[in-house]
């Protein structure tokens, strides 16, 4: 990359994540609210262009908007559960409540996979819970409970933790 934008993205990829969060305040005028590195650099990476090069219009804004209301998204969770996360995908989200949602859950429209016992388990990611076998459930626990007959955490279930050796 041979121009300015292009030099600066370069220099984020191999930022640390303070660096990262510290040059997101420069850029946005508040304090980051993840430290995710690669969400980081991509936040800053599109920021920077769109200063640079003049952002989206708001007609523009709107048709995605639209589009993506329409999509039944079926974007793949990350950790090896044979799925890949979406490019762009930030890892926080909000659900309608308010409520923040923890940022190891997938985006919504999200499919879990995971074999248990010989059988597929395909989850999908909701606004405010988790869809398993045509069923709602308010969280990966009680899925991953059904699923086994024992008590589970859920993240770790669906691979989207590791277990904390303390």
Known sequence: MDDPIGRQIQ???RSTIPVLRIKYREVFGQQAKVAHKQYLVRRIAWQLQAQAEGDLS???RRRIAEI????DLSRQAP????????AGDAPVHT???????????PPIGTLLRRRHQGREIMVKV????????SQFYRSLSAIARQVTGTR???????????????
């Open 11 to 13: 220099k984020l990829s």
């Open 58 to 60: 708001e007609p523009v």
């Open 68 to 71: 993506a209301g329409e999509s």
């Open 79 to 86: 950790h090896g559960l044979r799925t890949e996360p979406a």
């Open 95 to 105: 659900v309608g409540s308010g409520l923040r949602r923890d940022s190891r859950v």
């Open 126 to 133: 909701l606004e405010n819970g988790f869809e398993y076998d």
């Open 152 to 166: 589970w955490n859920g993240l770790l279930f669906f691979g989207l933790t590791e277990r904390r050796h303390e």
